[in-house]
């Protein structure tokens, strides 16, 4: 059975912050994505990573897949209250599914 | 605008009333899914459908029913529901499923169920 641990499970720091999210398995993955949920809404997708040693941006946020693709890494630099949400991971399965880490709950406080 | 709708988006039943949760996406997406999110659990698949008739069991398949009759739609059939499957729903879908998983999942806003 293919798992994806993420840590930490929660994290609540002060505005201006930095912080990593980790997403860890034993497995490989083909691709892996993060996604961001919000109260009340379903998540939505942040980026995917397809290559070993990928890294990719998007504004204060980093992602980079690691080399063996088993594990995943989210980075923020100057964490702003609106980055506050459950940040989730999944990677591409065997047989058409995607297997979900349980989710960091972040919380940036002003 | 491009959406997953669900209903309803909150219900409150009881122990062996059988209901419906309904998922109709506006994509033209082949690929729809169903999950539960559970505190500490994270989002496990119930079921999931690669194309129209063509149905298959996720991780948590038990206590539910699908059916994938149309492209759009991909209802959630609970036949006698009890309170472990008290939980938030949330229906998917993407363009497709390839190999690589190299799809976005488009999600809807969620259902709370509560079973009492």
């Known amino acids: 059975t293919q798992l994806l641990e993420q840590s930490p499970q929660f994290l609540s720091i002060q505005e201006g912050e930095n912080l990593t999210v980790y997403c860890n398995s034993s497995?490989?993955?083909?691709?892996l994505q993060w996604y961001r949920q919000e109260p009340g809404e379903g998540p939505v997708l942040l980026v995917t990573v397809v290559t070993g040693g990928e890294v990719k941006k998007l504004k204060r946020l980093t992602f980079q897949f690691g080399d063996a693709r088993k594990d995943s890494s989210l980075h923020i630099t100057a964490a702003q209250p609106g980055d506050t949400g459950l940040y989730l991971c999944a990677g591409a399965g065997s047989n058409y599914q995607l297997i979900w880490g349980a989710g960091t709950k972040l919380i940036i406080k002003p | 605008e491009a959406q997953v709708t669900q209903n309803p988006r909150y219900l409150i039943t009881v122990t062996g009333k059988k209901l419906t949760v309904t998922c109709s996406q506006n994509m033209n997406h082949e690929y729809m899914s169903w999950y539960r999110q559970d505190p500490g659990l994270g989002l496990r698949q119930i079921y999931y459908s690669m194309n129209v008739e063509v149905t298959d069991k996720g991780d948590v398949p038990e206590g539910y029913k699908v059916s994938r009759k149309e492209k759009r739609n991909f209802p959630l059939i609970l036949e006698s529901p009890s309170p472990n499957q008290t939980s938030l729903y949330f229906c998917?879908?993407?363009?497709?499923?390839?190999?690589?998983?190299?799809?976005?999942?488009?999600f809807g806003d969620g259902t709370r169920l509560s079973i009492l």
């Open positions: 998917a879908s993407s363009l497709s499923f390839r190999g690589d998983g190299n799809q976005p999942q488009h």
């Open positions: 497995s490989v993955f083909s691709s």
